[in-house]
């Protein structure tokens, strides 16, 4: 990239400072956030590695020609016991698909820190070279990044490093503070001077549901969420920046660049706000009397009930875990995850709410339960999703991922009248066809996964959890303007017919990597083999279908229902979904895969022989 040789520019040093107690209370004391602007930014200096136990950052920054000031940045470093030495494989293994993930926090037996306060500086100079490099034709003016965060323990530590290393490029940096991830997409789109919008690109730091010691970023520009291709070469960068971090070259960085903080979801929630008026035919309160209870996880998504529903007039008593808390003490913050769920529809049961709303950590998912305590996500959420859309724009095609059910299929295409393509598994996937069957003329205005992601055209393609909600609180509210009232009953009733099987189980069938059978291949070469191998099988059993058009791993139909077996997009898996009428059916779909793959050594199969056993 050309802007790679360029900026070297920032970054770090490590020393040994441990003899003296009342600068480790003042190291400790100085790591919140405030003193970010004052700290910041740097304008040149030499950059070094020296020592070899604990990591802080100094800056031997050169301000004046004349004189050299000698300073401490403060901040909390995660411990090491050596100065790492990191090439552009370690960067690489930080990508998880279109997002960045790795362990911030140590405590975890077997998962050591790699996502370190000078490898987010690396990155973060990265993004901002990268988008210098893009913008380059703007270059007579200073561009701007956001950065927003969850509610992890992390969160404030990396948002520093990120702010530094954004800062050390030329760019300037808008702290957000506590934020969700489509609010940070939003803050490229809104024009508004007061909050220095639109920005040019924009970082949330986030891990969605992993647990309190991971964290990551997700990056932004006006186009959207960067692409796989997009983070892979932000990493080389980030590589290449840490590996040349004490080069003169940063000398010759003189760029200056500055760091506010706005209170953004102000302006993202009043959005939220004025939707649901407008489809309620602009009326102030069009939520009143309604009561709908809030479960945030103890993420980022609090906000809804305060500064979304209420507003609108509903009541939100026995709404929960609304407390930022980055140890999530309650659940796991997951639309997908059973505990969560039980949590939402307990709390919808015993407040005798209207609606249950419950939100992952970040707020770019969702999911829904009726009053009498009916799950809305998964298929269910697709479902009503769907139909919400389909009233919007008849015959529009839905784009799901590949895990959905036949039942669903059938529900959009003959209930619904709409067409139902079936694609591969990853959110950023789904929204990437769906944007490409509207460029080739076949209408599509939803995008959704069985995780909770949605994304509408209306929204820019974005996957906000918050918005989708709104598409719900829409139909409530529009319901009642018409007079059709009945609280949550007219969602319920949009997805009548919607047939769901009996059991549904996802196994993972783990692939190990140091096994002899690999012979030192890869394990997607491996997995792939797997997939090949039942594929033809499945040619040779009467019984059993293959479906006609499918694009991740091999989708079978048999015994009343049907099996996936699929390659994870980023893990030593193959994940296997059935679904089946009864328990006997679907033992009869899981033994037709364990007849065949059972010859792979390497193939963990354990879960699925217990399930084909104990079913």
């Known amino acids: 990239m050309a802007a790679s040789g360029m900026i070297m520019q920032n970054i770090f040093i490590a020393k040994q400072y441990q003899k003296n107690s009342h600068f480790v209370n003042q190291y400790r004391m100085g790591c919140s956030s405030p003193y970010m602007s004052s700290m910041l930014p740097f304008q040149g200096g030499k950059f070094a590695w020296d020592g070899t136990t604990s990591m802080q950052l100094v800056n031997v920054s050169k301000y004046q020609r004349t004189s050299v000031n000698r300073g401490l940045v403060l901040c909390n470093a995660a411990p090491s016991a050596a100065v790492p030495t990191l090439e552009k494989a370690d960067f690489l293994k930080l990508q998880n698909g279109s997002d960045i993930r790795g362990v911030a926090v140590a405590g975890v037996e077997g998962e050591p820190v790699n996502l370190t306060e000078p ?61 969700s991830t489509p609010a940070m997409f939003n803050s490229t789109l809104t024009e508004d001077d007061v909050f220095l919008c639109p920005v040019d690109g924009s970082i949330m730091i986030t891990a969605s549901h992993l647990p309190y010691n991971r964290n990551g970023f997700k990056f932004f520009t006006s186009a959207g969420g960067l692409g796989k291709a997009d983070i892979k070469d932000i990493l080389e960068l980030a590589a290449d920046i840490f590996k040349n971090s004490s080069v003169e070259a940063y000398a010759r960085n ?199 992601h949605g994304a509408l055209k209306e929204n820019h393609w974005l996957d906000d959890g918050a918005y989708l909600m709104v598409k719900v609180l829409n139909k409530l509210a529009s ?87 699929r390659l994870s997009l980023h893990d030593p898996v193959l994940p296997l979904n059935i679904e089946a009428p009864t328990h006997n059916d679907a033992v009869k779909l899981g033994l037709a895969v364990v007849a065949v793959v059972k010859e792979f050594a390497a193939l963990d199969t354990s879960a699925l022989d217990k399930f084909v056993q104990v079913s």
């Open 254 to 452: 003189k760029a200056s660049a500055s760091v506010k903080r706005v209170d953004y979801m102000t302006v993202y929630t009043s959005n939220l706000v004025k939707a649901v008026r407008r489809a309620a035919g602009n009326i102030e309160k069009p939520l009143e009397g309604f009561h709908i209870v809030v479960d945030a996880g103890n993420g980022a998504g609090g906000f809804f009930a305060a500064k979304v529903l209420e507003p609108l007039g509903a009541i939100t008593s026995g709404s929960q875990f609304l407390e930022p808390d980055g140890l999530f003490p309650n659940h796991i913050p997951n639309p997908e995850d059973k505990v969560a769920m039980k949590a939402i529809t307990q709390a919808v049961l015993d407040n005798e709410a209207d609606l249950g709303i419950i939100f992952d950590t970040d707020v770019d998912r969702s999911a829904a339960v009726d009053s009498a305590g009916r799950e809305f996500n998964r298929n269910r959420l697709i479902a009503l999703m769907s139909a919400i859309v389909l009233e919007e724009h008849p015959g529009t095609t839905i784009v799901t991922d590949s895990v959905t059910s036949d039942g669903l299929s059938t529900f959009i295409e003959k209930k619904l009248g709409g067409k139902h393509r079936r694609f591969k598994r990853g959110y950023k996937n789904v929204i990437d066809e769906a944007i490409r069957l509207n460029s080739t003329g076949e209408e599509s205005h939803l995008a959704i996964e069985t995780s909770g």
């Open 479 to 565: 319901a009642r303007a018409s007079g059709a009232g009945g609280g949550s009953r007219v969602l319920t009733d949009l997805v009548e017919g919607l047939e769901e099987a009996a059991v549904a189980v996802e196994l993972r069938l783990k692939i190990n990597q140091s096994h002899s059978d690999l012979k030192g291949g890869s394990f997607r070469d491996y997995g792939e083999a797997v997939l090949k191998h039942l594929e033809n099988s499945i040619d040779l059993d009467p019984k059993l279908r293959k479906a006609p058009v499918n694009y991740e791993g091999v989708r079978v139909s048999g015994f009343g229902g049907w099996f996936l077996l």
């Open 119 to 179: 490898v987010t500086e690396a990155i973060a100079a990265a993004f901002a070279a990268w988008l210098k490099d893009k913008k380059k034709e703007e270059a007579s003016r200073h561009l701007s990044i956001s950065i927003g965060h969850d509610s992890r323990i992390s969160a404030q530590t990396l948002q520093d490093a990120v702010s530094r290393g954004i800062s050390s490029v030329g760019v300037d940096v808008i702290q957000y503070g506590l934020a």
